[in-house]
């Protein structure tokens, strides 16, 4: 993973925001993080792992400034890259903010993230670029973990070393170390696998002892109450024949005692149904003299009754033949007292009638009766005519309101109307004045444009000019590097030409002439001077020369390209400053904002003059409405005026004599319901007189058919039909008693008898009951014994059941009761699953640490595992830590260690754990390094060897970061962020320098 761009504000002791190139920084591999102490230097780190993992280590509360102002939203955005590509991921705290909709006090935003993919290198720094992953701050920090491949307790271990954690891992105790290796290294598997062998062999051997009860439970349901139970010891698991032995005894003993109760049981139960065969012929006997002697008495009786039954014979004949005729007695009854009523209607309708309307015939009756209906009809309809009289009086009322009511609004309507054209003129002055300032808007938009233009050309010259500044700075060291190679390449010709002559006397053979002089004889040649160059030398100075040459012409091309865009944009702004244009922007933006409030009120000022014309017209046509509506309500006033004085004429006439219309109605209903009354009770009496009539002729006429002497002897021989039911009834049993008497009488069994026979039932009842008793005793016994049998089998046999379960159980258990001992820490080494993991990634950590501390101690230190540490071993086995000093010959322990001894020990140590960390979670790469302690504790010779190590880093292609406020590190490395206070005191700024 490597972190290529950070952005943050309002986080620690920085009010502002700011941003960090990473890529600038990391091109010589080193990068000093650097400024006074409590400055805000190790902020930056924690920005980067709040981005990350949305929490820091230590008090998460000094996050958000205290310098900040209210309300300004604080934020971590990291720009960073890995194998899968890269992602910008942006973060905010919580944090509290002034209320929106009025109100005092403040409220709190929620934390908030979100989660980009760039597809290019571009969109680094362009906001909002980038195909969104999530905005669920749960969400992303799970994304963020998988893309970055490591804990945030990894990180911190690997990428981030802050103070006070790195050189935590070599002097903490061992315990202490094993829960940091723990965290680091994610060794939950290991501890999950331990504890589930743990429990499943727990509950392994609690199966095998629940195996093992039941057996015993068996074993001990089968021998219940009996002697001789088989002891079981552990023994007896280990060999089961004999106990299985002993089970099967038992129950074939209980098995034969069973049978033997068997057979005594049958023989019991002979008897017992012999017995039973004597009682119920004995019961049969005394049925039958029961049932003889009852015929006989039954016989008997009816004969001492026979007259008495006969009477009721003749009696229940003379009433079923009255019954016949029973519904033409109630018929003649009921028209009887029809007609008693009819006549009791007339007298009652004449006494209500008065003896005017009682004198009257039929037909003088029928002419009262149609005068008296003419006169109510004549009444309802003047009731009805004084009925539209009432509502037409309410009517003028509503007319009278309905003419005041229109005339006030006439009044109201033609007010409105003679305050329009001065509201109108208003409105007309206002919209001149918005279509005016809509016409300046173009100008206004050009303005902001020009001035716009000068203010990009403004912020691109300070960039090009500190582009130029820095192509300065690298023309000088490059003009500085190619005058030194220069004289390097001078210096190694000059050595090499010196040495020359050497060169050739070696090529000199003996006989041959000298390339120089011509001679064949070589009597004392030259010699190469010790420590002279040779022709590779001066070639590789001449090549170096010229490469440091070439580069200075593209530095000073660069320059001058620079430079000369520089003063091209000097040109194009002119007296122009930063200042002045923002001041001109703002004057016509203000001006442009005015304007444009104006002209955006033009089209509403159009409407509401339009809206004013409209509602000038509408007011017009409410008048005319308003006007017709009242005229119309005063004619329709006058016509119903002239209809109620006709209509009260037509009431006072109908009333004639009487108080009101409602009483002369009364009047006349009352006299006609009396006449209708005396004529329907004349009516009806007729009729009922000429049905009774009838009925009674034809009552006499059928009472002699059915051998009645007249109608009043049928009615004294009707009985109610319950009774002659009853007395039907009664005859019917006395039949069917005698019947049944005379057949038991002829039953073969019953005529055989002679009436002296002696059944003895008591004695044969005795007799069964006695031999019932002794079978069921011995089936009782029999039942029992047969339980017993079957018990004991079902006890055996899961008795065995269990044992063969036990054997299956404990084989199958065996393996992993051995295999959980194991793990626990049951072994040879007395060591847990986990210590071991731990313990060989600890030996890769040491290995890996040693590379590197060889380095920065010249070879003096080693660390070594150690099994104690302090003298604790108890949970930490295997996991201390000493140290091999080999000036002494002897082995330290790291809290002998000086300060900067101290400090490049964790170093190389922190350093391993990374690399083992790395090949632990799939061969992460590890782009970025931050060094955030200690480096002012190491003499120079140490700090040479430690920044020697951390090069090599960066060799590797690793940026590293360093943290600290040592001057000469500020000498060393060129690339650097500086942090400082703030000129005001109100926190700290950065500044960067790549």
Same mark, same amino acid.
């Given at each position: ?38 400055? !805000? ?10 981005? *990350? ?154 199966? @095998? ?20 139970? %088989? ?80 009477? $009721? ?11 016949? +005729? ?73 007319? /009278? ?13 033609? !007010? ?14 206002? $919209? ?11 100008? $206004? ?18 960039? @090009? ?8 700075? /690298? ?70 020369? =010229?490469?440091?040459?070439?580069? *200075? ?11 000369? &865009? ?46 004013? /014309?409209?509602?000038?017209?509408? +007011? ?40 009101? #219309? ?14 209708? =009354? ?20 034809? #009552?006499?006429? @059928? ?16 009985? %109610? ?24 009488? =002829? ?181 970025? *390094? ?19 190590? *951390? ?24 690339? &650097?962020?500086?942090?400082? $206070? ?13």
């Amino acid at each position: 993973m490597k972190v290529r761009r950070l952005a943050f504000r309002a986080l620690g002791p920085y009010p502002g925001e700011h941003v960090i190139d990473f890529d600038s920084l990391s091109v010589s591999g080193l990068f000093l993080l650097c400024g006074p102490t409590g400055t !805000g230097k190790s902020t930056v780190i924690d920005a980067i792992t709040f981005a *990350l993992y949305g929490s820091i280590e230590g008090d998460k509360d000094r996050l958000h400034s205290d310098h900040a102002a209210d309300g300004v939203e604080p934020y971590a955005e990291l720009v960073f890259e890995t194998a899968s590509g890269l992602y910008r991921v942006r973060r905010s705290p919580a944090y509290e903010r002034k209320k929106l909709r009025g109100g005092e006090g403040t409220t709190t935003v929620n934390p908030q993230a979100r989660l980009v993919r760039l597809t290019s290198e571009d969109q680094i720094d362009v906001e909002d670029a980038g195909e969104a992953m999530s905005a669920q701050v749960s969400e992303v920090g799970a994304e963020v973990g998988g893309l970055v491949g490591l804990s945030k307790e990894q990180f911190l271990q690997t990428i981030v070393l802050p103070q006070g954690q790195f050189a935590r891992f070599l002097t903490t105790k061992p315990d202490e170390r094993q829960r940091l290796l723990q965290t680091i290294f994610n060794t939950q598997i290991y501890q999950d696998t331990q504890e589930y062998l743990r429990t499943e062999s727990v509950r392994a051997e609690r199966t @095998v002892d629940g195996v093992r009860r039941k057996a015993i439970t068996a074993l001990v349901s089968l021998w219940a109450g009996r002697e001789g139970m %088989p002891e079981i010891g552990e023994a007896t698991w280990e060999d089961t024949g004999r106990v299985r032995e002993a089970g099967t005894e038992l129950v074939a003993g209980i098995r034969e005692d069973a049978e033997r109760l068997g057979a005594a049981a049958a023989a019991a139960k002979g008897r017992a149904d012999t017995a039973h065969a004597r009682f119920q012929e004995a019961e049969k006997l005394s049925g039958l003299l029961r049932r003889r002697q009852a015929a006989h008495a039954v016989l008997a009786a009816q004969e001492e009754r026979a007259e008495e039954i006969a009477e $009721h014979r003749e009696r229940l004949r003379r009433a079923t033949a009255a019954a016949g +005729l029973r519904s033409t007695l109630r018929r003649a009854a009921e028209t009887a007292e029809a007609e008693r009523a009819a006549e009791a209607a007339v007298a009652a309708a004449h006494a209500a009638a008065g003896e005017e309307v009682a004198a009257l015939e039929p037909a003088a009756l029928d002419q009262q009766r149609d005068s008296l209906r003419s006169r109510v009809d004549a009444l309802q309809e003047a009731r009805q005519v004084e009925l539209r009289v009432a509502t037409q009086e309410a009517e003028l009322e509503k007319l /009278a309101a309905v003419v005041e009511r229109e005339s006030a609004a006439q009044e109201g309507f033609r !007010g409105r109307l003679d305050a329009i054209p001065a509201e109108r003129d208003g409105l007309r002055d206002q $919209h001149a004045a918005a279509t005016a300032a809509a016409a300046r808007m173009a100008g $206004h938009d050009r303005e902001v444009a020009r001035i716009e233009t000068l203010r990009a050309t403004a912020t691109r010259l300070g960039r @090009v000019e500190a582009e130029t500044e820095a192509a300065r700075t /690298a023309a000088e060291r490059a003009s500085d590097a190619a005058e030194a190679a220069g004289r390097h390449e001078a210096e190694v010709r000059e050595s090499w030409l010196g040495g020359i002559a050497g060169d050739l006397a070696a090529e000199l053979v003996g006989g041959a002439a000298c390339m120089v002089c011509g001679s064949t004889e070589h009597p004392s040649p030259a010699s190469r001077a010790e420590g002279s160059a040779d022709k590779a030398a001066a070639e590789a100075a001449r090549t170096a020369h =010229a490469a440091a040459t070439d580069a *200075l012409a593209a530095a000073l091309t660069e320059l001058s390209r620079l430079t000369t &865009q520089a003063d091209e944009l000097r040109s194009q702004l002119g007296t122009e400053t930063a200042d002045s244009i923002a001041a001109a922007l703002t004057r016509v933006r203000e001006a442009q904002a005015e304007d444009r409030a104006r002209a955006d009120q033009a089209e509403s000022l159009s409407t509401q003059l339009s809206a004013l /014309a409209e509602s000038e017209k509408e +007011l017009g046509g409410k008048i005319e409405a308003a006007r017709a509506a009242a005229a119309e309500a005063t004619s329709s006033s006058a016509r119903i005026t002239g209809e109620l004085d006709m209509a009260r004429t037509a009431v006072e006439k109908a009333r004639g004599a009487h108080a009101s #219309l409602a009483e002369a109605l009364e009047a006349g209903e009352l006299a006609l319901s009396q006449v209708e =009354a005396v004529r329907t009770a004349l009516t009806d009496a007729r009729s009922a007189r000429e049905q009774h009539t009838t009925v009674a002729a034809g #009552l006499e006429e @059928v009472s002699r058919d059915a051998g009645f002497a007249d109608s009043g002897e049928a009615g004294e021989a009707l009985l %109610p039909q319950s009774e002659l039911e009853q007395l039907s009834r009664a005859l019917e049993e006395v039949d069917s008693e005698r019947a049944s008497a005379i057949a038991t009488l =002829a039953e073969a069994e019953i005529s055989a008898l002679t009436g002296s026979e002696e059944p003895r039932v008591e004695d044969r009842r005795a007799e069964w009951q006695e031999a019932v008793t002794q079978s069921d005793d011995a089936a009782t016994r029999l039942g029992a014994a047969r339980r017993d049998v079957e018990e004991a089998e079902r006890c055996l046999q899961e008795f065995t059941s269990a044992l063969d379960e036990e054997a299956a159980t404990a084989e199958g258990v065996r393996a992993l009761v051995r295999m959980a001992k194991v793990v626990r820490g049951e072994n040879s080494r007395s060591m847990r699953l986990t210590t071991y993991v731990l313990l060989r990634r600890f030996e890769d950590v040491v290995r890996a640490a040693n590379i590197r501390l060889a380095a920065m101690s010249d070879g003096r230190y080693e660390l070594r595992r150690a099994d104690e540490e302090g003298g604790q071993r108890a949970r930490g086995q295997g996991l201390g830590l000493e140290v091999m000093d080999y000036i002494t010959g002897k082995v330290r322990s790291p809290h002998t260690l000086s300060g900067g001894e101290t400090f490049y020990t964790s170093l190389s140590l922190a350093l391993g754990l990374a690399d083992v960390v790395t090949d632990e979670t799939g061969g992460i790469k590890l782009g970025t *390094l931050f060094v955030d302690e200690g480096f002012g504790t190491l003499d120079p010779d140490t700090l040479e060897n430690v920044m020697g190590v *951390l090069q090599s880093l960066s060799d590797g292609g690793r940026a590293v970061g360093i943290v600290s406020h040592v001057t000469e590190l500020r000498n060393q490395i060129h690339e &650097q962020i500086q942090v400082n $206070h703030r000129t005001d005191g109100a926190g700290s700024t950065l500044t960067v320098v790549a």
